[in-house]
Each structure stands twice: as structure tokens, then as C-alpha cells.
């Protein structure tokens, strides 16, 4: 016994002299998980990060996401959805904008889908390392070629460590890597086939929003071929119609890249801290762009932006409060941060369907009040969803439901089973959301990127 807690006796003396709580017991949590080996030493220490009164989210965070993968690997569901359950409200205060761009206040109330992108966040998680160096010069590269190159680096290295172990040639591990994705491929378009391609695309096209076809066209005027140097990209567009959207880039001193900009000629100047986009339309029509904010720009298509302009001048919050509101609940130290309204969850869900179908799932489901999403990121990434709805009993009955549908199709596919087997369901302590968390390691990452 005196063997095995000696090296915990030591790391005290290690200890910094002024650490928290929080930071003790997560500092003894991780010594006992990855050097000492001892799981119930870990999830003793990760609990005790959970129950102090703390608002170091970073490391609350990273406990929990430490505490799923201990439960899970010793079996015990009980202490999993515990975790789960407390992911929304532990370490963090309920009603916090400082993970939302200032300028994201003079969004037009109409948006009700929004997203948040920490760049500088993700670009330095242990994670996104771990994965590859160039995991995050791949993710956020505007520069096609650059990007097809990290692709094929990565993948021969791969093919080498194949050969290497099945004692082949790396050409034959390559190729025969080769013809699995090819396989994959015609196995996913034939799914698509199935699923009215013709309609999918003609949505697919009508939906694009504008911080999705807009970033890198806009960093490119900007002298940049990636969004790495960006600190923040946001975006909001309404369900009905994703065209109508709006973006904020925060990018590091940008003014000196906008007159440059200019006076290259990819830039117009409209007024102070307005500008045009030369030569570029989204949705048929002028791109603006405002600095909302010392290095915060706000773009959009020109007949959404007079309203814009006049919240600007007045400095009057315009943003969807409904929106807010759900941002507000989501943990600031997310990496990613993604919500929609009531209406947009429905609309989005039911909107295709027919009325007999829609009416039908409507009755028999918990009306959702919004959805939302926090993706962090640490040794792992986490992405936790939570759909708040007014209906506790039912909530109960949907996560049953759920959790027997993807049973269903664990058994039925064998590379569904290996990606919902990270995925755990439960409800809410209050039973008034339903939870899920999905854990996405390095290696299971890299084979997403370079293998599929």
C-alpha cells in the first residue's frame, strides 16, 4: 500500500504553491490516470473537480471528459450519465456572452441558427496535435493545393506504417487503402441515391450561408490563404432560408489588411469602417463589410444590412433573444458553440414532411425549446448536445427510443457500431433536456480525416 501512494506523497511536493482547489485535485486526477495508472484515484480526484464551486471551466471540462472515458471503461453507466448531467452547469456561469462576438449583437432578430468557431482555441488543443501537426493547417487552409498535399503526406505516411507492420511494400498498403476509400465512396453515393439526390442538391444550394461560402474569399482579399490567423468566425442565418445570413471574422490588426486591400483594389469603400468586396456577389447581390469592433468584421449581403448599420450607429442589440439566450447556457471555454431556436429545431425537423407524418411525430415527441451544441476540446474532443423540452415524461420515453434505434443499427452495421459506441443518451437531472455526448479521440480523428 505504501508503494503504491509514495509517488502521490511525491507530486505533493511538486505542487505549485498557490494552485487552487480546482487545479489541485485535477492536477492529482491526471497523475493518477496517465502516470500512476490508478483509476479509482482518478475519478476520485475528477469528482472532487466537479463538486467545488468553481468557474475554471477549462479544467472542469477536461475532468468530465476525463470521468466519461473512466466510466465507460469500467463499465459503469451510473457514474457516465452522471457526468453527462452535469456537463451544462457545472464550472460555468448560466448567463455568460463572453464565448459571442460583441458584433453578433446587431445580427437581425430573423437569424435563428448560430454558430461560434474559437480558432485560436481549437488551433492550440492538445487534440488537433495529437491528431497531426498539420491537423489544423489542413482544417483551416483556404489554399486547395496545400491542402491536397497534407492529404497525400498523410496518407503515405500512413500506408508506411501499414507496410511496416504487415512486412508489404508502402505502394500496396497505399492502394489498397486506395480502393477501401473508393469503396466507401460508391457505398455512400449509392445511400445518397436513395435519398432523392435532385432535391437534396437543389436544398443544399439554396440553404448555403454566407459564413460558409464567404471565409476564405474574404481572407484572401485580406492577403491571407488561411483562417489561422483568425481568433473567432460566427455565424447566424435563418432556418427558412440560409442565404439570409451573416458572418463576424475576428482577425488580429485587420485595418492595416483592409487599406492594403483597397488599395490593391479588392476592397471598395463605401463609408468609415464600410466597405464593399469587389467584384463578389452572395445571392445575387453586393457583399458589405463593417468593423463592428476593433478587429471585427461583419459581413453580409446588401439588402440585409441598412438595419445593421442603424444598430451599429445606435449601438443597440438587434440579436434574436430567443438565440441569445440558449448561447448564454452553452460552457465559454467551448471550442465551437452551435444553438437554434424552438422554431428552427421544428422546422428544420418537420419541415419536409408530409402534414399527416409531421402532425403525427409532433404529438408523440417532446416539443423541443432549442437546441444546443458545445464541442471542447482537450486530450479529446467532447461535442455535448442538450435540447431543452417542456415534456419530462416524454423526454424519458425519446431517450429510450433512441437508445434502442441505434442499438438497432449498431447490429445491423458494423462501422455504425464503431462510431456510436462513443455516444452515450440520458436525460437531464431536472428531466427537463435531453443529453447526449459524443467522444472523439486522435486516432479515431485522423481516420476520419485521412482515411474516409
Keep these: 500500500m505504501l508503494a503504491t501512494w509514495l509517488p502521490l506523497a511525491t507530486l505533493a511536493l511538486w ?37 467545488e464551486d468553481t468557474r475554471e471551466r477549462e479544467l472542469v471540462t477536461d475532468a468530465m471528459v476525463r470521468l466519461i472515458r473512466l466510466y465507460r471503461k469500467a463499465g459503469d453507466d451510473d457514474g457516465l450519465t452522471g457526468v453527462l448531467r452535469r456537463y451544462w452547469d457545472v464550472g460555468t456561469a448560466r448567463q455568460s456572452r463572453g464565448h459571442l462576438p460583441y458584433g453578433m449583437r446587431f445580427f437581425s432578430a430573423e437569424l435563428d441558427v448560430m454558430f461560434v468557431g474559437d480558432i485560436e482555441r481549437a488551433r492550440e488543443a492538445p487534440f488537433l496535435q495529437r491528431t497531426s501537426p498539420q491537423a489544423a493547417e489542413f482544417i483551416f487552409t483556404c489554399d486547395d493545393q496545400r491542402r491536397a498535399d497534407i492529404l497525400m503526406t498523410q496518407r503515405w505516411r500512413r500506408a508506411e506504417q501499414v507496410a511496416q ?99 490593391e483594389g479588392a476592397f471598395e469603400v463605401v463609408g468609415p469602417d464600410h466597405w464593399t468586396i469587389a467584384d463578389t456577389e452572395f445571392a445575387d447581390q453586393p457583399v458589405h463589410v463593417v468593423r463592428v469592433d476593433l478587429d471585427q468584421l461583419l459581413v453580409a449581403r446588401e439588402d440585409m444590412l441598412a438595419p445593421v448599420l442603424e444598430a451599429v450607429r445606435k449601438r443597440k442589440r438587434r440579436m434574436n433573444k430567443e438565440l441569445e439566450r440558449l448561447a448564454q447556457q452553452i460552457p465559454r471555454d467551448s471550442a465551437m458553440v452551435f444553438a437554434m431556436t424552438q422554431a428552427a429545431v421544428v422546422g428544420s425537423g418537420f419541415g419536409d414532411m408530409r402534414q399527416g407524418a409531421s402532425t403525427f411525430l409532433q404529438a408523440i415527441l417532446p416539443k423541443p425549446k432549442g437546441l444546443q451544441v458545445s464541442v471542447a476540446m482537450a486530450d479529446v474532443a467532447g461535442i455535448f448536445t442538450r435540447v431543452p423540452t417542456n415534456n419530462p415524461v416524454k423526454g424519458r420515453m425519446l431517450v429510450n427510443l433512441a437508445t434502442t434505434v441505434l ?37 479515431r480523428m485522423a481516420e476520419m480525416m485521412w482515411d474516409d
Excluded at 238 to 247: C, L
Design 15 to 51: 505542487a505549485p504553491t498557490h494552485e487552487t482547489a480546482v487545479q489541485r485535485h485535477h492536477r492529482k486526477g491526471v497523475h493518477c490516470m496517465d502516470v500512476i495508472e490508478r483509476n479509482d484515484c482518478a475519478i476520485e480526484q475528477f469528482e472532487l473537480v466537479l463538486d
Design 165 to 263: 507492420r504487415r512486412g508489404v511494400s508502402t505502394q500496396q498498403a497505399y492502394y489498397e487503402a486506395w480502393d477501401e476509400r473508393r469503396a466507401k465512396r460508391a457505398k455512400r453515393d449509392r445511400s445518397r441515391a436513395e435519398r432523392k439526390p435532385e432535391r437534396e442538391a437543389e436544398k443544399e444550394a439554396s440553404k448555403a450561408p454566407i459564413f460558409s461560402e464567404l471565409p476564405c474569399e474574404l481572407a484572401e482579399r485580406l492577403g491571407q490563404d488561411s483562417l489561422l490567423g483568425w481568433t473567432r468566425i460566427a455565424g447566424a442565418a435563418s432556418h427558412q432560408d440560409y442565404r439570409r445570413s451573416m458572418m463576424i471574422a475576428e482577425i488580429p490588426d485587420v485595418l492595416p489588411r483592409l487599406s492594403t486591400g483597397v488599395r
Design 407 to 443: 442499438e438497432g443499427q449498431a447490429q445491423d452495421d458494423p462501422e455504425a457500431a464503431r462510431m456510436l459506441e462513443n455516444l452515450d443518451i440520458a436525460e437531464a437531472g431536472d428531466r427537463r433536456a435531453l443529453l447526449a455526448a459524443y467522444l472523439l479521440d486522435a486516432q
